[in-house]
């Protein structure tokens, strides 16, 4: 089959002060496609230089109210644009994410364009939706209760959904008159660096919105440690949130905001309404991007009695996750980000063999298209909480299928993490089904179905699974700071 066309044409400049520009020092990295390792191009190495620049735009930008000073309806208009903007070069931003990271374009498509259109749009409409308060004061006093933006915020995303995890946080951060700077991952740079572009179309205003690429320890720690950056917001790693917020803490105390790792708890028991749906989304749910989801089920709870029952079925569903060339419309699972994420996902399959669980599917590394990057879809039976692949998160296609004996042991064993990010329970009990999700310590909660989301939902999770909430409007609060106004009335009246 042909594959999407046109060719996007791939600029790896860094999007400061509204212009493409080259690194200060002219440092460049060379970026492989996963799908075949081709060489996409050279990009941006930012460094403290970089992001000094970058910062010192988003600051004027914010200081002389370019664009905190508009009207509501006005910034409003832009994001809706922006949004329009954004499906109009749906195929182009498609086609790249999946030269980029490797995920089927068909879910680029339909998935990544289409929410990242959408979580703009929606917090572009909801720029003059939110109201602020008046507090119960004495006759003799007004106090006013005001959200005022935050000012320079600085954001990290990943490379697993880089247009999806930027629009969680631009939508936001920008609808409420924020200027931001982006460092995308290394890994997959591109698709922010045309969204800053777009933004730019759109008529936001230049040094609102600027993306500077690099590697974490370089232009990442320079944006963390900034003194003149008010916020940052991460999506990543446990281990790297944890240096974001020390980070944060050593320089100007500015707040933190971090969504972080997951090994999400899928209990499914012996009364589960539909076994074939409970297996559909044990399967789909953890191969969709290829595991390369922070909260995906990897831990996959089945009750002792269907404990055979369950992965039957899943196994049954297999050969339909083979992976294949993700630029062919019909692929369903494409290539792992990079060679260094393969050999990981590899190593975490060795060790659940080494340490004695049972392989009843996949974990062969393949190469269905030379020069990619590409895993079997794997499943381990017999597994138990202390083993490593039920315990670190593998960021990969790879479910681990546990027995359990009742609700309280299911609880037990979901809760037996340092994570906390997402869970689903199975049952037609309506009562074990509400006592089951009030007792994970999880920040989502699926009940017969794991794939159900939407903008006007919160994400995030508890314990080391992060730090706040994306999505919703209860994200507008990361990025504003509340004031209040007392105001004395003396008249009597």
């Not at 997951?262 to 789909?284: E, T």
């Not at 393949?366 to 960021?395: K, L, W």
Request: glycine content about 8%.
């Amino acid at each position: 089959m042909p594959h999407p066309t046109p060719t996007p044409c791939l600029d790896g400049r860094a999007f400061i002060d509204g212009q493409r520009v080259w690194a200060r020092d002219g440092q460049t990295y060379t970026k492989h496609s996963p799908v075949d390792g081709a060489v996409l191009g050279d990009v941006v190495r930012g460094q403290a230089a970089d992001i000094d620049a970058a910062v010192a735009a988003a600051r004027a930008a914010f200081e002389d109210g370019r664009w905190r000073a508009q009207p509501p309806a006005a910034r409003k208009r832009v994001l809706q644009r922006w949004a329009e903007l954004i499906v109009q070069h749906g195929d182009e931003l498609a086609l790249t994410e999946t030269l980029d990271m490797g995920k089927p374009v068909r879910w680029s498509r339909s998935v990544d364009v289409n929410s990242t259109a959408n979580c703009i749009r929606w917090y572009g409409e909801a720029i003059d939706k939110v109201y602020d308060e008046i507090a119960p004061t004495p006759r003799t006093a007004l106090a006013l209760v005001t959200r005022e933006p935050i000012g320079v915020v600085g954001v990290i995303v990943p490379w697993n959904y880089p247009m999806i995890m930027a629009a969680w946080k631009l939508g936001p951060a920008l609808a409420v008159g924020n200027s931001v700077v982006l460092k995308p991952s290394e890994k997959s740079p591109y698709t922010a660096l045309r969204l800053a572009e777009l933004a730019l179309q759109a008529g936001l205003p230049p040094g609102v919105l600027n993306v500077v690429p690099g590697y974490g320890p370089e232009a990442g720690a320079a944006l963390a440690l900034h003194m003149d950056v008010d916020a940052i917001a991460f999506t990543g790693s446990t281990r790297v949130g944890k240096q974001i917020h020390v980070m944060a803490g050593q320089s100007n105390l500015k707040r933190a905001w971090t969504e972080l790792g997951g090994k999400s708890p899928n209990i499914v028991f012996a009364d589960c309404p539909d076994l074939d749906r409970a297996a559909q989304a044990a399967v789909g749910s953890v191969m969709f991007n290829q595991g390369q989801s922070c909260n995906a089920p990897s831990r996959l709870f089945v009750e002792a009695s269907i404990k055979d029952a369950l992965p039957e079925r899943m196994l049954a569903l297999l050969p339909r996750y083979q992976p294949a060339d993700p630029r062919q419309p019909d692929t369903v699972m494409g290539a792992i980000v990079d060679r260094a994420q393969l050999d990981t996902i590899a190593r975490y399959i060795e060790i659940g063999q080494a340490e004695g669980a049972r392989l009843l599917a996949g974990g062969q590394v393949v190469q269905p298209v030379p020069g990619g990057c590409y895993v079997q879809p794997t499943v381990f039976d017999s597994v138990h909480n202390g083993m490593t692949i039920a315990r670190e998160e593998i960021f990969g296609p790879v479910v681990a299928v546990l027995a359990f004996t009742d609700a309280a042991d299911a609880i037990a064993q979901a809760n037996d993490s340092i994570y906390g990010l997402q869970a689903a329970v199975w049952t037609r009990d309506l009562d074990k089904a509400h006592g089951v999700a009030r007792a994970l310590r999880a920040g989502t909660v699926h009940v017969n179905q794991y794939d159900e989301d939407d903008i006007t939902v919160p994400f995030g999770g508890f314990r080391q699974s992060g730090v706040g909430r994306d999505k919703s409007l209860h994200a507008l609060d990361k990025y504003t700071e509340l004031k209040t106004t007392w105001i004395r009335l003396d008249a009597r009246w």
